[in-house]
């Protein structure tokens, strides 16, 4: 039977810092009413025996705002109350409290780098197919190691542990998903103390520690400790552990480890979190704790984890319903948890030793409640309540694919054709006299009744169209060659002037053709792609319009694989072609109005540009989220599946390699007559690549690369689009193709598309393509600084 309920309780407004010092103002008063519903779930918690008591702290604007002990800090072999100077074993919480805030000071002192591999500080780590391991996959959880080491086996020891991590072998490729590990957190103890020459334990001690005042912090607590340490549970021999580490291994290393070991109370923890709260007052700088707090596991990764800190993930549970992703926690086996949100200043230390008294009790519900109630009751104030509004808005995660993404809408989209007829040709207008005006468009220039731009223009009050421009594959969109000549237009007889040609002089309007017009209007679906052509045509005409002091009008369409993913490596600088018209990334997710923006001030073009703008659309929508119609961009992009594999699959085409083209599903598949199938599929799948399979096939295309040979090779399906970083998985088959079939795949043809040296050398020195694209990732970041000036959705 339960003892009775006790609860032991210090509520009221008061100085961080300064625990029990209860100050009895009426905001203390108010903020203790708004979080009374806590009470009750906590103590139906310790009533249906899922924990024996706790210690919960709620801070709020730099004070503690709740502070309150519950039930028991004991059941055997004699029950005890619950105190708030309650002493916890912090189980996981060691691995953010401890390692990751050493590792993120190293980092700071330039003594680690979080992309080196793992080896360069511990070279014994590189054995077993560990030597690319890095230090930002350990504290992500993306390294591919197991779990746990082995505990079947009697071994005793921290060397013995280390020994044992260092000829551990992946799992998993390093990299490819998300494996909760506290391997990772072990070698990472392993680096600090390698690194600084000091043991974990004293480093964190001296280090972090004490500048915070927290003097009931630290591993193997001493004896002194005991009389108030939460006991968890009985051990293998009977004996109840207390002031003794729970984890088993942690337990073996001899109570230090960086994955577990460290103890603590709620007050304590409640000043880290306030130092955090004030961008690491002292112990970090304000830009580690931004970094190791936002999502920096791998891009598509479908868990966000920050270094060390859980953001959304299977784990999350203690973030509640209310607050939002960009908060950042943890929990610890025993029955620990924390949870920090910056967008309201606030954080939740819940401690409990649910484990006591035989590991039978279970504090994750509790935790969700406990953050549910706790955000509920928030003394918020109006801005407070304002950015809490806007952080928690259900919708799509524009930086990454957290694992509540939404995945697709039914969304109603009116592109900037339907818009500009909806607004009556508003800007298209002149005073004076009709507007003379060309066209660039081809069968996507389409509006809601499915009639072409260029009738709509045709027939369009004060418009003069005078000449239609035709992209590659013509105006029709079906042709797939250079020769692609001038024509007249078969319902409207209007000229239209072929802008696609063999060469560069083919590819741009002519000039006396443009300088008998007032304005170009540009009508044409994009793939999303950097070397997508029709993108570098958008170009071409802002340049020859700025040079004729002729005007262009952008009317928008969507980028059908979203607008809310920008991946893939940049190109070098110098090496602008018909496929890279810029120095944008693989994917930018930008919508042509948006490019037509950006090409004109940093390529410093200064036309006189306007883009008509969709209205409906959202950043995260893949084109069959918008209730458009379908239509081809060109003859070989047929479907969104096709769009969504086009940036990876593509970027191998000028190689020697059928990418499909000649089949009924181009970009889906990759062959050739000297791929072994099953090999090829067995290892392509064997890489564990975020969002897609790959089946072994056979093909016959009808023209192309292999036109009539028959072809071995993949199919690709796509399991999970906002999963996929299809530029990676360019990386991917091509590192693939090399490693298995050296002596037959001309990697060096890449080049054309790639247009970026360090990722080919990288390639042709076997590196790992996950490292490659870690590697860019930096680039990316660049990019989407100067892409955030011109996003107009």
């Given at each position: ?401 957290a694992a509540r993404r939404v995945s697709a809408r039914n969304g109603s989209v009116k592109t900037g054709l339907d818009v500009l007829e909806a607004h009556n040709f508003d800007v298209l207008a002149m005073a004076d006299r009709k507007k003379r005006i060309g066209l660039v468009t081809n069968q996507t220039g389409i509006d809601a009744q499915g009639r072409r731009t260029i009738d709509v223009l045709a027939q369009a009050p004060g418009v003069s169209l005078e000449a239609i421009f035709s992209p590659e594959h013509g105006v029709t969109g079906t042709l797939d060659t250079t020769d692609v000549g001038n024509s007249k237009d078969a319902a409207t007889g209007i000229p239209v002037y072929s802008v696609y040609g063999a ?253 970026n040296q360090s990722v080919y050398d990288a390639l042709m020195a076997g590196r790992d393509p996950r490292k490659i694209a870690q590697d860019w990732q930096e680039e990316l970041a660049s990019f989407q600084q100067v892409r955030k000036k011109y996003l107009i959705y």
């Open positions: 039977m339960l003892p009775e309920l006790t609860l032991v309780e210090n509520a009221g407004l008061r100085p961080a810092g300064q625990p029990g010092a209860a100050v009895p103002t009426s905001a203390g008063h108010s903020a203790a009413v708004h979080l009374a519903a806590v009470d009750a779930v906590i103590q139906q918690a310790i009533v249906d025996g899922n924990i024996p008591g706790a210690v919960l702290v709620v801070g709020h604007d730099g004070k503690v705002i709740y502070r309150r002990a519950y039930g028991s800090r004991a059941l055997e072999p004699r029950h005890e109350v619950m105190t708030l100077e309650t002493v916890f074993d912090l189980a996981s919480l060691t691995k953010v409290i401890a390692t990751t805030t050493a590792v993120m000071q190293l980092v700071e002192q330039g003594k680690v780098r979080l992309n080196d591999p793992v080896a360069k500080y511990l070279p014994e780590f590189a054995q077993n197919g560990k030597d690319d391991i890095t230090l930002r996959q350990l504290l992500t959880h993306y390294s591919g190691l197991a779990p746990d080491l082995d505990l079947k086996v009697r071994w005793e020891g921290k060397q013995t542990a280390y020994g044992m991590m260092l000829a551990e072998a992946p799992e998993e490729p390093p990299g490819s998903q998300f494996t909760y590990s506290d391997i990772n957190f072990i070698a990472l103890g392993a680096v600090v103390e390698r690194v600084s020459g000091e043991t974990l334990d004293a480093y964190t001690a001296r280090h972090v520690f004490a500048p915070l005042k927290m003097t009931r912090t630290r591993f193997v607590p001493p004896a002194s400790w005991r009389a108030k340490t939460a006991p968890t549970q009985y051990d293998e021999n009977e004996h109840m552990l207390r002031g003794v580490v729970h984890d088993p291994t942690a337990r073996r290393m001899g109570g230090v480890a960086g994955h577990a070991g460290l103890f603590s109370t709620a007050d304590d923890l409640a000043r880290f979190a306030q130092a955090l709260l004030k961008g690491g007052d002292g112990i970090l700088s304000a830009f580690s704790v931004e970094k190791m707090t936002r999502p920096e596991q791998p891009p598509m990764a479908p868990a966000l984890r920050g270094f060390g800190w859980d953001i959304d993930s299977p784990f999350s549970s203690n973030r509640g319903d209310f607050l939002p992703v960009g908060s950042y926690g943890h929990t610890g086996f025993t029955g620990t948890s924390m949870w920090i949100d910056p967008t309201t200043q606030s954080y939740i230390i819940l401690l409990t030793n649910a484990v006591h008294p035989r590991g039978k009790g279970n504090a994750v519900g509790l935790r969700s409640k406990v953050a549910t109630a706790v955000a509920a009751g928030l003394p918020l104030t109006a801005a407070e309540k304002e950015a809490l509004r806007w952080s928690s808005i259900t919708g799509y995660n524009e930086a990454q694919s060469k560069d002089a083919a590819r741009r309007p002519p000039d006396d053709v443009m300088k008998r017009l007032d304005a170009v209007v540009f009508d044409i679906q994009d793939a999303g792609a950097r070397f997508y052509t029709y993108e570098t045509t958008l170009g071409y005409f802002l340049e020859a319009a700025a040079a004729a002091s002729v005007e262009v009008i952008v009317l928008d369409r969507p980028d059908p694989v979203t607008g809310s993913f920008v991946q893939g490596p940049g190109t070098d600088a110098g090496h602008e072609s018909f496929t890279n018209y810029w120095t944008v990334p693989v994917r930018h997710g930008m919508t042509m109005g948006e490019l037509a923006k950006m090409f004109n001030v940093e390529r410093n073009i200064k036309a006189k540009l306007t883009v008509v703008p969709m209205e409906g659309w959202q950043r995260g929508d893949w084109f069959d989220s918008t209730g458009l119609e379908w239509v081809n961009p060109s003859p070989n992009l047929r479907s969104v599946t096709e769009a969504a594999l086009y940036p990876g699959v593509a970027a191998i085409e000028g190689t020697n390699v059928s990418v499909g083209r000649g089949t009924d599903t181009p970009f889906e598949l990759v062959g050739a007559p000297w791929i072994k199938s099953k090999e090829f599929a067995a290892y392509l799948n064997g890489r564990g690549i975020s969002g897609v399979r790959f089946v072994p096939v056979s093909f016959t295309p009808t023209s192309s690369i292999y036109g009539g040979q028959n072809c071995n090779g993949v199919n690709i399906v796509l399991t999970d689009r906002n999963g996929l970083d299809a530029p990676e998985l360019g990386i991917e088959l091509a590192s693939a193709l090399r490693r298995l079939y050296a002596a037959d795949f001309k990697l060096e043809k890449i080049t054309d598309l790639l247009v």
